[in-house]
């Protein structure tokens, strides 16, 4: 295929995109002048060129086309079907040229069809004459003034359409002048220092005094690079044109769209990998230079060759952004036509367009991107019906975002569609057997949502033709993770759904923190490492193990730790607690990679992993550093996964950030979760344990059958914990230390798994006096174990202490929590009182006023939908219980509490965990009671 | 490091259908690469080990700037690494646009042989190695196995994708 075939091709596509993209948006706009003279100028230039090169079939398509729109020009009014037929010329257009890519040759065929339409719907109704004020602004479209700079504007230069625009709007010389001058002026390469634009020196021309259009004429000879693709038309009547529509949405339409210089990509790819290389080098100069202390008088040069190095790096780099425009081309087109298609009223809102990202990103998420529009659109949308019985504007919206945020760039994807159907997705899950329905229920929407992703999860009741075809969800996020980056879904039912992809900015040159692991370097990339912390047994910070699990106390959070070299199956030793954390943030998992060292942090050129080793999923690459060593590049997000995948992965700290942790501190109870003699997992408040214990087995001493062991110098009776647990005789045997006063027991489990946070909430009430009753933890169903249970089992002293304290009274315990209510009682009657409870201030009051005599009211003043304190102020506020003490329960008492407290003769605030400072609380007011009385 | 002049396809023409191997020993196995397919022929120096990389795959070398993958021949041949920590030597080989370095216990020279005088392996030759073999040169103090480039870098690596 000769070049100017080839150079004909990429041409015209281009155009062809922009056409695509520019008459969708004169559909909307049909007034808006500037975007049709635009389109009827790149018709018209395919046209010509077209017939130049000897394409019939394509020259009689586009003139087809162009005599239709030269209609709208006349005022032909703007038409649904008539811009569709446009489309579909334009598609046609684009099949050919691929053909003609291909084959080298205009394929045969006849586009008479087509042609006909086109014909028919331009002679179907006659040019309104006049219909807009404007008057034909005949062929001079050399009056739409498309002029581009070929390369970014620097800081304080100004755009040429700016130019141009001030020049129009200043007065100037005679305008018919003005009129004849105006020419598509194109420099076909990046201005030398030194130069001056031409359209700079146009101005200079023009703004001379002198014979005018003579220069001109000059001009154009003088410059043989000067391009006038269109025909200035002396006759153009000077009057308010295209020009000043033009300038009034320059901002953001036409101009929008900035055409470069064409240079090979290969070139381009060619001069990064040199660069790579030189990158490489220097830094291995770099590294010579460290090493040796003396200075032969390179150091300088060698600091100066760093520096334009970095430059040359910025440079290059810079030649591969893009703007992400460039990836949403496609779907203004691509909405229009689904809208017409399924019906839907969809407006595609674009922000950020101008957000550049890396070539290669681009590419990647060019598709992914197009299919989540287009979902959005088929399942998010609503039909207009049903968008206005749920009283939303008839038309939907779509929303693309852009920007960048850190070292990487965020993409939004947002619809104000009818939201993610939960109910079938967990269905959908169900029946192809991805979760078990007990886990589904369980599961919180924001975890539902994510099965979308699973390959071949569609919840589409019925294939339409426009879902199920291309890629499918799972596809969207092994693509973006492929590139290192993430996809959260956020859904609202009835509100619509959210997309958020976070992608790194640049795939070939990423800063990242050189570790080494048992003598082996890796290098972790910088965007995921959020902190890093020294950890020695000694120090503030220590790895401490949960049955072997290390953990680490960071402000008081626990951190999972994955020790690299254990990951990496370097090392036998598991026990290092010596070395680094390297705190990693990977969407909303926290971990931290501990490892022996952290050397520095270097930019790194990534190489991609060879195929042979692609499959493991911990590296993203590898790389050569300063010192020509080889070293692997450990990807967070594998790593994540693959530990995640070992364990639970819920097991991982899900880090909303820690002011969520704030907000919802009185709903989130810390757990111990352990394992029992069954599968089931069991758990207890950590609250109301008081150690944690190893013990060798064979240390437990068996006194008349019972199980003790010698403990802090006292005997600890043992008990197991179900009575499918036995204890063990030999080995290690994990214990759950429970005191009171100097009274403890030991209760045997199998296996402490994890200590989570979470939300209690019993849901299945037990008929076992040893459980609770079953929460979900972490997405699992536990056990909630009845620590009461336990005491009297073991210890004759404990309910021979109860006994003696036992002063039979009444008390009301007034807490809106099932779980701590269910958790209280039996210590409270333990202690000898006879405990009525209430869930509510409400049911309290009821109680009360019923005749409900009790001799304590035991709070918790933050009670749901009614304030404690109200409750209180409202007994104060009775006769009868004018002067009953009240013992108030807060997760953290502050001040104002306090005082307020203080106020309504609130006995004592304790801390709702503090279940011994509440039998002390309630110990003193016995004595004054006893006193009293 | 030295490096092997390839001879321009036409000389070889010309000169009879012989075809030129370069010869390597592992476990004092005499085995021939084509020539063709030898880029160079280098000493290994530093090497990165892949953790939890498939067994044949020795580490990672830097080559002149350029990340190779390190396949020991010898694991691939199914034998274990030799307990000598001398100078270990690689070939250089490409496959599917990506560069390998094949560890071998040493290099020897460039032989001319006749594609005809080859023979099939041998029936009860170990099942691993017929697979890598292409055949037989009855050479004259020995016998030397002529390797299918192709067949040596297409080894599992799916095992521990699932």
Known sequence: ???????????????????????????????????????????????????????????????????????????????????????????????????????GAEPAGSDGDLIALLDKMATQEPPAPEATPTPKPVQSSGSTVFQVLERELKPGEVSLDELERAFQEAPGPEKAVTAGTLTYQILERPLKPGEVSLDELERAFREAPGPVPLVIEKLEEQAPSQKSVATASPAAPPK??????????????????????????????????????????????????????????????????????????????????????????????????????????????????????????????????????????????????????????????????????????????????????????RKKAAERGIAGDAELERMSDAQVAKFIFHPGFSTAAKVTSVSGRGVGMDVVKTNIELIGGTVDIRSEQGRGTTFTIKIPLTLAIVAALIVSSKDQRFAIPQVAVSELVRVSPTSEHSIERINGTPILRLRDRLLPIVPLSKVMGLSGNEDANHGFVVVTQVAHQRFGILVDGVFHTEE????????????????????????????????????????????????????????????????LTSLLVFRGGGESLKAVPLSLVTRLEDIEASTIEWSSGRPVV??????????????????????????????????????????????????LDIELLAERSDLVGSAVVRGRTTEIVNVAHYLPMVLETWSRKERKGGPDRSLLLVDSSTFFRDMLVPVLKASGYRVQTASTAQEAVRLLSNGLH????????????????????????????????????????????????????????????DRRGLLSALAELNGTLEEAA | MKLIETNPSGNVKAASKQMEFVTVTVAGQLLGLPISRVHDVFVVSEMTTVPLAPGEIAGLLNLRGRVVTAVSLRRRLGLGDSGEAGRRMAVGLENQGEAYGLLVDDVGEVLKLDPDEMQPNPVHMDRGWVGLSQGVHQLRDQLLIVLDVDAVLAFETEREAA
Not at chain 1, 617 to 639: C, E, K
């Open chain 1, 854 to 913: 009790v001799d304590v009211v035991v709070t918790d003043l933050e009670l749901s939908g009614h304030s404690g304190f109200a409750l209180v102020a409202s007994l104060r506020a009775d006769p009868h219980h004018s002067t009953t003490p009240v013992i108030g329960l807060t997760v953290k008492p502050d001040p104002q509490q306090i005082a307020l407290a203080r106020k309504l003769r609130i006995s004592e605030i304790v801390s709702k965990i």
């Open chain 1, 1 to 103: 295929m000769d070049d100017l075939l080839l150079e004909f091709l990429t041409e015209t596509n281009e155009h062809l995109e922009t056409v695509d993209v520019e008459m969708v948006r004169f559909e909307q706009d049909p007034n808006n002048e500037a975007i049709l003279s635009n389109i009827f100028r790149l018709v018209h230039t395919i046209k010509g060129t077209c017939g130049f090169l000897g394409l019939p079939r394509l020259e009689a398509l586009a003139h087809a086309a162009e005599t239709l729109m030269g209609k709208f020009r006349d005022g032909m009014p703007v038409t649904t079907p008539a811009v569709s037929l446009i489309l579909s010329t334009l598609d046609r257009i684009k099949e050919i040229l691929g053909e003609l890519e291909r084959q």
């Open chain 1, 240 to 425: 308010k044109n295209a020009e000043t529509s033009e300038g009034g949405d320059g901002g953001e339409g036409i101009s929008g769209k900035v055409q470069t210089i064409r240079v090979n990509v290969d070139t381009l790819e060619h001069l990064m990998t040199m660069v790579s290389e030189l990158v490489l080098t220097r830094n291995q100069l770099l590294e010579i230079a460290r090493r040796s202390s003396e200075d032969h008088g390179y150091k300088v040069p060698l600091q100066r060759l760093s520096q334009v190095t970095a430059e040359l790096q910025d440079g290059v780099m810079k030649t591969r952004m893009q703007p992400i425009g460039n990836a949403w081309q496609k779907l203004p087109r691509v909405v229009r036509d689904l809208s017409n298609e399924l019906s839907k009223k969809i407006e595609l809102v674009m922000q950020g367009a101008d957000t550049e990202l890396d070539r290669q990103v681009l590419e990647v998420i060019k598709d992914p991107l197009t299919h989540m529009v287009r979902n959005s659109a088929d399942h998010g949308i609503e039909n207009p019906a049903d968008r206005k019985a749920a009283g939303k504007p008839e038309k939907g919206t779509i929303r693309l975002n852009a920007y960048h945020e850190g070292g990487s760039i965020t993409i939004e994807i947002a619809d104000d569609g009818k939201g993610l159907n939960f109910a079938a997705i």
């Open chain 1, 604 to 667: 790194i050129v990534v190489k991609p992993m060879s195929s042979k080793l692609r499959h493991i999923q911990l590296f993203s690459g590898n790389t050569i550093l300063g010192d020509g060593a080889v070293v692997l590049i450990i990807d967070p997000n594998g790593l994540a996964r693959m530990v995640g995948s070992e364990s639970d992965r819920n097991e991982f700290q899900n880090d909303a950030g820690p002011e969520q942790t704030v907000v919802a501190a009185d709903e």
């Open chain 1, 710 to 759: 010698q403990y802090r110098g006292r005997l600890m009776p043992l008990v197991s914990c179900d009575e499918e647990l036995t204890i063990k005789r030999e080995g290690m045997q994990s214990l759950l230390v429970f005191s009171d006063g100097d009274v403890s027991m030991g209760l045997a489990v199998a296996e402490i798994v994890d200590i989570v946070e979470d939300k």
